[in-house]
């Protein structure tokens, strides 16, 4: 029998053995070949009560019976809402992963069959997936701490194999529960396909696997590359221009997609076609607002981007939160300080013939002129309603929220917009620059810094993103 993908000769394996038949003859197998330091891991889902401990302790047995350590966790799921069989794995993989992350094993083994694969493929096809999900089972997870060494191999020789050793197993009633869907598919849909249309049909989704999962490995090296030029990282976001996502090649475009909501925290197993659809038909809108709900993320589109984030209902996706118009940090001179929307502003004492525009200093960051006796005033806030000023160059005072609009600032932005005030007044924003009253330069500073020994003082705003 060909095992495949396994980890160099000397590597700890921990065999994910349940006590049915596929992963008792993994562990045989493995202990056949002798190259590997193995030990059994299993996890009692605790769901068949004293059938669940039933094959806790057979898979015990079996690691005392070879001289093996054994490492089991017990799970409790609760009446959650979650789809069991998802919850049950969620577990599992959490479990594995612990063990390889405290260095008890070097990677976990599980028995994942070519019959596996078809009912995976199958299963996924029916529900709308992708081409990455048609790419079924993995046979390595990344970073290689999961391994699947049977996923080439059919069930029948597993059952075989074990026969002609004599060995026993464990049966589990619930895998003929017609309730769960991938039994359904297991002992009724595969059988009559089978048998009505191609009696190879478990081997021709498996090469179908295959040959998708190849496709996959050139698409994901080709969107990294693409992806890391057109989106913008901000907190835990990521946003894009939609012209950018639209001057792709649709098919790139939908990876693009899934690449993004892959790092947004959303559930890419949940994520199905319509899901990408409804996100290309946001990035399509002539202007505007609008936005979209997935499963797990939030997207927005805000005039010509489009944000990425992590879906968090109780704060309105961080468009509008409240908390983030409050906050208030008083301002050293010279001193830095973090404004709302995480970037740093730092002001220092500038020299008389400092000039904005010049190699140190932006026009949208600026130069000031400030009483030294309002230095102890100097406060970073962020925006709120009904906050006006007049920038330099402007001919009346303006509310911020008109420069948003005119700017084409999006919405997420808006809420944690950094200003600086003295007083009531304000005397510098974001991008928009300092007020045209306590703006400096040239002439302009000079006459408003009079002679030597003036206490009036010319201020450097600088911004670092």
């Given amino acids: 029998m060909n095992l495949q993908h396994l980890p160099e000769p000397g590597s700890r394996i921990g065999v994910a053995v349940s006590g049915g038949a596929d992963s008792t003859a993994l562990f045989l197998l493995l202990q056949e070949l002798g190259r590997y330091e193995l030990c059994i891991v299993h996890v009692n889902h605790g ?4 059938e669940s401990d039933a094959d806790e302790a057979f898979c015990q047995r079996l690691a005392e019976r070879f001289s093996v350590s054994f490492h089991v966790t017990r799970v409790k799921h609760g009446d959650s809402g979650v789809n069991l069989e998802e919850d049950a794995r ?45 790419a079924g089972i993995l046979p390595v997870y990344a970073e290689g701490w999961l391994v699947r060494p049977l996923l080439d191999t059919p069930r029948e020789e597993l059952i075989a194999y074990l026969q002609n050793r ?20 297991r002992h009724e849909l ?27 490995e050139f698409w994901k090296s080709y969107t990294d590359q693409i992806a890391s030029a057109i989106f913008v990282t901000k907190g835990n976001s990521r946003v894009i221009e939609a012209s950018n996502l639209l001057s792709q090649p649709v098919a790139v475009a939908r990876r693009l997609v899934r690449w993004v909501l892959e790092r947004t925290q959303a559930n890419t197993r949940q994520t199905e076609y319509k899901h990408v659809e409804a996100v290309l038909a946001l990035a399509r809108l002539a202007e505007g607002h609008g936005r979209v709900i997935l499963p797990g993320a939030d997207v927005m589109r805000s005039f010509e981007w489009l944000r990425f984030a992590p879906w968090q209902p109780e704060a309105d996706g961080g468009i509008d939160r409240l908390a983030a118009r409050n906050v208030e ?137």
């Fill in 329 to 465: 940090v008083p301002m050293r001179v010279p001193g830095e300080a973090t404004a709302p929307d995480g970037s740093g502003v730092r002001v220092t004492v500038a020299a008389a013939d400092a000039r904005c525009g010049n190699d140190t200093v932006k026009a949208s960051d600026g130069l000031i002129c400030v009483e030294e006796a309002e230095f102890d005033h100097i406060v970073l806030r962020s925006w709120k309603p009904g906050d006006r000023y007049r920038p330099l160059g402007s001919a009346e005072p303006l509310k911020i929220k008109t420069l948003f609009q005119e700017w084409r600032i999006p919405l997420w932005d808006r809420a944690t917009w950094p200003i600086i005030t003295i007083g009531n007044q304000i005397v510098w924003a974001r991008e928009f620059g300092p007020a045209h009253e306590r703006a400096a330069s040239g002439r302009d500073w000079e006459s408003r810094a009079g002679t030597t020994g003036t206490t009036t003082r010319l201020l450097r705003i600088e911004r670092n993103v």
């Fill in 90 to 134: 969620e577990a599992r993989l959490a479990f594995f992963r612990n063990l390889v992350d405290q260095g008890t094993v070097d990677c976990v083994a599980t028995a994942h069959t070519r019959d596996d694969q078809a009912e995976t493929v199958l299963f996924r096809f029916l529900r709308g997936a992708h081409c990455t999900g048609l």
């Fill in 190 to 216: 595969l059988p009559q396909l089978k048998r009505d249309w191609n009696p190879e049909l478990v081997r021709t989704l498996a090469q179908a696997a295959q040959l998708a999962r190849e496709d996959e």
């Fill in 47 to 50: 769901l068949r009560g004293a």
């Fill in 166 to 185: 004599g060995e026993r197993w464990r049966e589990d009633a619930s895998n003929r529960d017609l309730e769960f869907r991938r039994n359904r598919i």
